[in-house]
């Protein structure tokens, strides 16, 4: 198969979809706690894998379809992120220096020992062995491109969460109100927002959609208590990219991202997936030096 | 904060400790077996890397997450050119690998900010470890027995010069001008450039001195491995470790990160071999309850406790 052929083939194409759309439903989580709290939740990615935990119990313990289970576990992501944020968050940011950027990195480092909580007390408890099961794995021939029934839910419940929180921040109240907090949380404050109950909710709406996006990778590939890290990356990109709140433009850079991992992956070798997905991040990273914030000026 | 009776008190009882551990720690090697020497050669090179971190992240408030980067660059520079360098001459260009490898990324990283550069300094060692990784998986070798190591004495002297080295280091840069021209951009980065502190070339300044220990030490230990695995030697745990000795010492001086140091590598020694899944539980958690409950380590709570103590008329708050 020559290089164009390659570029041109469906199966790509449906692959890249795959993984974009799964990488925008992480990072729409990861996005709407950063930017109402401005706490960089590093261990995102650990409550994704914790989801694929959860869906590959129901299925193999409980003989659940991972399509069913998916709302429940992403009921307990929401009541485990609101637990989260009563118990830590809120404490932490009430210490009122939660403006200094140094704080903002000390934050970081609480997220990333809470990360190496999570990853290791799994691996404690659950083995550090890869897990996978198989559901719904009948492929589907559509004009030449052949999918498996799995990637195919996939995509359509990444894509259509996705396409609802857009359509949640862009027409409901509740979603205009996130979206201020979002913009500039002082601003919204005075103006009479409940930014705390703004916060709860989003923490919730965050950890909900990263275990439902578990459920859902549960499905596709083999999982470890340790390959939530890479989704932490990869939906920081999304951010980067795609703006503060803004999901619309997420999905679009998700999409992105996925095309250059599944391309890029395709033309040299799966070696250079993780130097694809690091060089991609430490690139965005170098050209936004600020993240969002400075762009947020300029748009303003 | 000024100084006390109190606190100069305290200050030579440290002294004192201090001069006892440099002197046990160099007698080791004639007194001990090869297990303990090998136990000290891994507490003089958490030494290292700690104190040599601290150059940059305590004294510039700038959160490195990826020095595991230096480490691994000097340990894969002593193996590529294993018997075909002088081994001091290896080792010292190690230190100026990490050296120049800083100088060249420190530019552009170091204007990223708070969150962002944490975050960075993680994926740019990251890459660098996944780029080095499919370079030798190209090539067809992963992994290297070296033979003809130096004895273990040799290497535990020559970490014991490095450790000492990064600990003069920061006692000197914590006391210089440089050092409170680093603390000011820590407290408030516009402020001090206002006020006429170089940042860009303080901030790079103290990310290449931080970086070039880390390099030669990696190179030392590479010598101990008879067995070399890429992986290892870039292995992100070997950054958070530095951090969490830092964190648990505190302050900004020297002698935060020798009790950190000196406090978590027995917690290793201890669970290690045992329990590694336990060990990294502890870890976890002292990264997160330092951060939450008490920012300013072990140096903070005695400097408080201290502060209680000597005024006892005043009401607990």
Redesign the interface.
């Known amino acids: 198969m020559t290089v164009v052929d390659t570029l041109l083939s469906g199966q790509l194409l449906f692959a890249a979809l795959v993984t974009g759309s799964t990488y925008a439903l992480v990072a729409l989580g990861l996005n709407l706690v950063y930017g109402t709290l401005r706490v960089l939740n590093v261990a995102h990615g650990d409550v994704v894998m914790l989801g694929a935990y959860a869906g590959y119990w129901a299925f193999t313990g409980l003989g659940v379809s991972p399509l069913v289970a998916a709302p429940l576990i992403a009921a307990l992501g929401a009541i485990a992120g609101l637990l989260l944020y009563r118990g830590v968050l809120r404490r932490m940011l009430g210490s009122g220096a939660a403006s200094s950027v140094r704080l903002e990195g000390n934050s970081l480092l609480l997220f990333f020992g809470l990360s190496i909580i999570l990853q290791n007390a799994a691996a404690l408890a659950l083995t550090p062995n890869n897990r996978g099961y198989s559901y719904l794995d009948t492929v589907v021939h559509l004009g030449g491109v052949a999918m498996t029934g799995h990637r195919h839910a996939a995509l359509v419940i990444a894509g259509a969460t996705c396409i609802a929180a857009a359509l949640f921040l862009s027409r409901s109240l509740a979603g205009l109100t996130m979206r201020a907090v979002i913009e500039g949380r002082e601003a919204a404050y005075i103006v009479g927002v409940d930014v705390e109950r703004v916060q709860a909710m989003s923490f919730a709406i965050g950890f909900a959609s990263a275990a439902l996006a578990g459920v859902l990778l549960s499905m596709l590939e083999q999982f470890s208590p340790f390959s939530g890290f890479p989704y932490t990356i990869a939906a920081f990109i999304v951010i980067i990219l795609g703006g503060l709140g803004n999901v619309a433009a997420g999905l679009g850079a998700a999409l992105l991202l996925g095309a250059i991992e599944t391309y890029g992956v395709a033309l040299t070798s799966a070696n250079l997936r993780s130097v694809l997905l690091y060089g991609v991040f430490v690139g965005a990273l170098l050209l936004f030096p600020r993240g969002l914030f400075a762009r947020r000026a300029a748009r303003a | 904060m000024p100084e006390t009776l109190a606190s100069a008190g305290a200050s030579r009882i440290w002294g004192g400790t201090l001069a006892a551990l440099a002197l046990a720690l160099g007698a080791l090697p004639f007194v001990a077996n090869d297990y303990a020497v090998a136990t000290g050669l891994g507490l003089l090179m958490w030494l290292a890397l700690t104190q040599s971190w601290c150059v940059l992240s305590k004294m510039t ?3 490195s ?1 990826g020095h595991v980067v230096f480490y691994g660059l000097g340990a894969y520079l002593v193996v590529v050119t294993w018997q075909q360098w002088p081994l001091w001459l290896a080792v010292l260009a190690a230190g100026a690998l990490a050296a120049v490898f800083a100088a060249l990324v420190g530019l ?2 170091l ?10 300094t993680f ?2 060692a ?2 660098v470890r ?2 080095i ?2 370079a030798e ?2 090539s067809g070798t992963a992994s290297r027995i070296l033979f003809g190591a130096p004895d273990l004495v040799f290497i535990y002297f020559a970490m014991y010069a490095l450790a000492a080295a990064a600990t003069l280091l920061l006692a000197q840069v914590a006391g210089s001008r440089f050092g409170h021209g680093l603390r000011s951009l ?1 407290e408030n980065e516009e402020a001090a450039e206002t006020l006429g502190v170089p940042v860009v070339r303080y901030k790079l300044i103290a990310f290449v001195l931080s970086a070039a220990i880390p390099g030669m030490v990696g190179a030392v230990m590479a010598l101990r491995s008879t067995y070399f695995v890429v992986g290892q030697v870039f292995d992100p745990m070997i950054s ?1 470790t530095m ?1 969490a000795m830092a ?1 648990l010492g505190g302050g900004d001086g020297t002698r935060g990160p020798i009790l950190g140091t000196l406090f978590l590598f027995t917690i290793s020694e201890l669970l290690w071999a045992n329990a590694p ?2 060990y ?2 502890i ?7 330092f ?2 409950l008490a ?1 300013d380590g072990i140096v903070g709570i005695a400097a408080k406790l201290r502060a209680r103590r000597s005024a006892p008329t005043k009401a607990p708050e």
Do not use: D, Q, W
């Open positions: 408030g700038y959160v997450l552009p990283v204007r990223v900010r708070g969150p962002y550069f944490v975050i960075l994926g740019v990251e890459l996944y780029s990784l499919a998986a190209a820590r958070v951090i964190l899944l336990a990294m539980l870890l976890g958690a002292i990264l997160a309850g951060v939450l920012p």
